[in-house]
């Protein structure tokens, strides 16, 4: 199974509404990354939490970390359409000697006008 | 500054083919990396190249080759193309070693191996 795994899979909303996409790991990480792509697009960085914060914002977005659970969530106040795209967290870990990022599967979201 | 740029946007290769991703980078980042995106399966990682004149392998290397040209550049190529290769494919560059700080991402190159 992978490092990181996002839920939902896809969430559809309502503009207007929140948007939380929750991250979960399974080894101690130096950092936690999150990313949007928008169709047909490279990734984008979003925010970037270290493993001794607990939250960060920017923003209408809004991160938090609980290295005791091994999890995070990427909350969208406020969401518009323009927030539609696929969000990935990724995990900073050191495995092999080396330094590695590894990336979830993703949450598509939808944002209904 | 253009950040991460790729050629070709997309390509259409028959099995067996050979061909070269390109991918630079102006923002004079030491570390450089190519991802493949499938569906469902998030991005997962073929080579990096922390600095230049070194590369080393990373979660699926196998059918691939690369090249850190000089500190700008870093091409994957595809010497025996597969179908199992259709994918997306990224190049990303982060300015030291480690991944302190957030990958800058190229707008990917879409193959189809047929």
Known sequence: SQQGEEDPQALSIQEGENATMNCSYKTSINNLQWYRQNSGRGLVHLILIRSNEREKHSGRLRVTLDTSKKSSSLLITASRAADTASYFCATAVISGGYNKLIFGAGTRLAVHP | ?114
């Open chain 2, 1 to 114: 500054n253009a950040g991460v740029t790729q050629t070709p946007k997309f390509q259409v290769l028959k099995t067996g083919q050979s061909m070269t991703l390109q991918c630079a980078q102006d923002m004079n980042h030491n570390s450089m990396y190519w991802y493949r995106q499938d569906p469902g399966m998030g991005l997962r990682l073929i080579y990096y190249s922390a600095s230049e004149g070194t590369t080393d392998k990373g979660e699926v290397p196998n059918g691939y080759n690369v090249s850190r040209l000089n500190k700008r550049e870093f091409s994957l190529r595809l010497e025996s193309a597969a179908p199992s290769q259709t994918s997306v494919y990224f190049c990303a560059s982060i300015p030291g070693q480690t991944h302190n700080s957030p990958l800058h991402f190229g707008n990917g190159t879409r193959l189809t191996v047929t």
